[in-house]
């Protein structure tokens, strides 16, 4: 068990991270569960805890990075007995929420047990806690913070979906059946104590479940779910002779979960909150209704006759419902939970929302989710006028145009799929009618993996499935077909990038690497040339012809990552003209144990991102994130779900916003940002900042000045010039930890940065106050 004191962070309180912080960005696009006491409601999303205080209004943040120790939330139920919170996990860890204060209790989660561990259901009985989980019931000593006991209804071989209590029996539904035990039973552990409710009929139908179990004053009562349309979902009483159709309270509803409120029987439904009360046997009454307006209600906590919370499946967030009227109340993230690609410049975040199965279609219609000012925007087909009657979906792509960061570009695996944006509209749609876009002809779709702008604002982009999957949009509207080796056609290119020569480099799944050269001739393709770089042994020697992703660093040189590992192509430019054998990459080696190694072996490399530093950030299929010094030798950091905040170690898409240094990380739990210690190097010092200004006695981290030249070496002293401290920058960005060059936490005063850069003169550059 793990106590951990809480920072309760505002959900608007991001506007400035520190360097070497992280801040995970929870999308509230769907509620999982609600709870709720007199003071404050909690409202869980799949990676974050929303706390709302009722009196006060404030919204404040609980999450990975500040207190909770883990993501994927299933479950929340609040202890009236214990004024606490329990915070149910997908991997079986649990939460307990106390007075500020976390404590885990993590014995399900590290339990030696294959299968499903998720906590579906979190209910309190008799002073003790228990949890309906993927294999058995848990009873939880809500007072030690320790498993008491475990129960087994099915031997562990079906999950436990909810629980419910009656006097002298305890209830175990399942998605098929309803189990049943008597309370006085000591060894419920045995599975054999529990038998199955035959009144309760076993479902055999793959489109039928049970979902929810509750019971109101000895009555009990069952939700049955559909999956064969909308709508579809019954409640049933189980009595003497059978389940009983509760027709009073409505018909065809999409129905999500039961409660309990005084003596009725609470149906949450799709829209609203229903009450109901039962008469007389078959006889049912709507005592009241609660609308909530188009949108799902996931739970609800009934306050009184008059006031409720209730969680909103469809938009996220909670609505307080009072006196007849709703409001719903949200907190500022991702506007949906769906995160593939993300591109970031001078502040400026855009994240594609789709989905890609090995190269085919999802249907996947988030959209596309702009970041900026501390304020995220949805861009989709509800509210792009001119995507309002187009097919559009699985947004995979976008850029930011470096000349106007107001114009960005969106590439789609569909029927449409180029639009671009300007000034938060789309203005401008290209398919193969109206452009030199080809349609994959299997199913008249396009896929647009990549983008990417040059220095005259053309548009360069990769049309896979296609005869020349390298096409061009010009600065002037025109269009351009790019005719390369055929040994790319209908191929899928994973990355595309220009270097600062203008050429061309194509990363393409199962061929290896394309370089493109106009020689400065666009129009003119008499002078073009291309080069084949893949896994032979006099051209290119790649570690596998299945590039994942390839990036130019500071120097020119281009790094490769592949499902084996990664390689380097120095001098890249040079190989058009290279002949057989004299343009292989290059891999680096170790000595390790009279052995010569691979760095990072055959690493499943994901993508690659060059910080400011000239420092290698490399994503990895299952190993979380690597970064490199400047040559590659040295592995400064390997962050992990382990030892750091990430969300998971399977991280899909990296990118630095170099004005800033924040990094943004896309793993298949969501999406997280870190501010590393470099970005771009600036030479004019226009824009010299130095954070955190004043330095408060609180404050442990670094105090970071950003905005000058690259690669410049820093001298802290104090106003009478003497030194305290010094340091080389990351590219832009240089780190001071506020401790003198003894290791002693500086005394309080102003203190000034002077730079050296390795060309140029030395100056002044910013100073800070530090307080203890």
Excluded at 588 to 608: A, C, M, P, R, S
Aim: net charge negative; aromatic share 10%.
């Amino acid at each position: 068990m793990k106590t951990l004191f809480a920072f309760l962070i505002s959900f608007s309180s991001f506007a400035q991270i520190a360097t070497g912080e992280w801040r995970l960005h929870v999308s509230s696009s769907s509620t999982v569960d609600v709870a709720a006491n007199s003071e404050v409601v909690y409202t869980a999303f799949k990676n974050g805890l929303m706390e709302y205080d009722i009196s006060s209004g404030d919204i404040n943040s609980w999450n990975k990075v500040n207190a909770l120790s883990d993501v994927s939330l299933t479950s929340l139920f609040y202890s009236e007995t214990q004024n606490a919170l329990f915070i149910g996990y997908e991997n079986g860890n649990l939460d307990f929420l106390k007075d500020n204060q976390i404590t885990n209790i993590p014995a399900l989660r590290l339990a030696d047990i294959p299968g499903n561990k998720s906590i579906n259901k979190i209910v309190e009985h008799d002073g003790l806690v228990y949890l309906a989980t993927g294999f058995s019931i848990l009873v939880i000593d809500p007072v030690k913070l320790e498993v008491k006991d475990t129960y087994y209804p099915t031997n562990g071989e079906v999950g436990i979906e909810d629980i419910a209590f009656t006097t002298d029996s305890i209830y175990a539904l399942t998605k098929t059946n309803v189990l049943k035990a008597n309370l006085s039973n000591t060894i419920l552990a045995d599975f054999a104590q529990w038998t199955i409710d035959t009144i309760v009929p076993e479902i055999t139908e793959d489109y039928l479940s049970y979902k929810a179990i509750q019971v109101v004053e000895e009555e009990k009562y069952v939700l049955q779910k559909s999956s064969q349309g909308y709508a579809q979902d019954s409640v049933f009483c189980i009595t003497n002779s059978g389940l009983e159709f509760v027709s009073g309270i409505g018909e065809q509803l999409e129905i999500y979960s039961l409660g309990t409120y005084a003596n009725l029987l609470v149906v949450n439904i799709d829209g609203g909150i229903l009450f109901g009360q039962k008469i007389t046997d078959g006889t049912y009454n709507l005592v009241n209704n609660f609308s909530i307006g188009g949108s799902g209600v996931v739970n609800s906590v009934i306050v009184s006759d008059n006031k409720a919370w209730a969680g909103d499946f469809y938009n996220g967030g909670v609505f307080r419902y009072e006196n007849g009227g709703a409001s719903r109340i949200i907190n500022s993230g991702p506007p949906k939970n769906d995160f593939y690609k993300v591109k970031a410049d001078k502040g400026k975040v855009v994240v594609a929302g789709g989905t890609l199965d090995s190269k085919f279609m999802t249907y996947n219609q988030s959209g596309v989710y702009v970041f900026e000012d501390e304020v995220w925007e949805l861009k989709n087909k509800n509210n792009m006028d001119l995507w309002s009657d187009k097919d559009i979906w699985d947004f995979v792509s976008v850029a930011i145009n470096p000349r106007d960061i107001n114009e960005i570009a969106i590439g789609c695996y569909s029927p449409t799929p180029l639009s671009i944006v300007k000034n938060g509209v789309v203005t401008e749609i290209y398919t193969s009618e109206n452009s030199d876009i080809q349609v994959n002809t299997s199913n008249q779709s396009t896929l647009i993996s990549d983008l990417k702008y040059d220095n005259d604002g053309n548009l360069w982009l990769a049309n896979n499935f296609s005869d020349h999957p390298l096409k061009v949009l010009k600065a002037d509207k025109t269009w351009q077909t790019i005719s390369l080796t055929s040994s790319i056609s209908d191929k899928v290119i994973q990355e595309l990038e220009i270097d600062e020569n203008d050429n061309k480099w194509l990363a393409v799944a199962d061929v290896g690497i394309i370089g493109y050269k106009d020689n400065g001739t666009l129009a003119d393709i008499s002078d073009d040339q291309f080069k084949l770089v893949n896994s032979g042994d006099n051209s290119g020697a790649l570690p596998s012809n299945d590039v994942t992703s390839i990036a130019l660093d500071l120097s020119g040189d281009l790094w490769i990552g592949s499902e084996t590992g990664f390689s380097i192509l120095y001098n890249p430019s040079s190989i058009f003209d290279a002949s057989a054998g004299e343009y292989n990459v290059q891999r680096i080696k170790l000595d390790f144990e009279d052995n010569v190694e691979y760095l990072l072996g055959t690493t499943h490399i994901t993508d690659i991102e060059i910080d400011g530093g000239n420092r290698k950030w490399l994503a990895t299929a299952n190993t979380g994130i690597f970064l490199l010094s400047a040559n590659g030798t040295e592995i400064i950091a390997n962050y992990t779900s382990e030892n750091s905040p990430l969300l998971s170690d399977v991280i899909l898409d990296l990118e630095i916003d170099h004005t800033t240094g924040e990094m943004f990380i896309v793993t298949d739990q969501g999406l997280i940002s870190l501010r590393i210690d470099a970005s771009q190097g600036e030479s004019n010092y226009d824009n010299v900042k130095v954070f955190p200004n004043p330095v408060l006695p609180s404050y442990e981290g670094l105090i970071t000045i950003q905005g000058i030249k690259y690669d410049s070496d820093i001298k802290v002293t104090d106003v009478a010039g003497n030194l305290v401290y010094k340091t080389t920058s990351n590219g832009g960005t240089a780190t001071w930890n506020g401790k003198t060059l003894d290791g002693k936490r500086a005394s309080t005063g102003v203190y000034l940065f002077w730079t050296s850069p390795n060309e140029g003169k030395g100056r002044k550059v910013g100073k800070v106050v530090l307080v203890n």
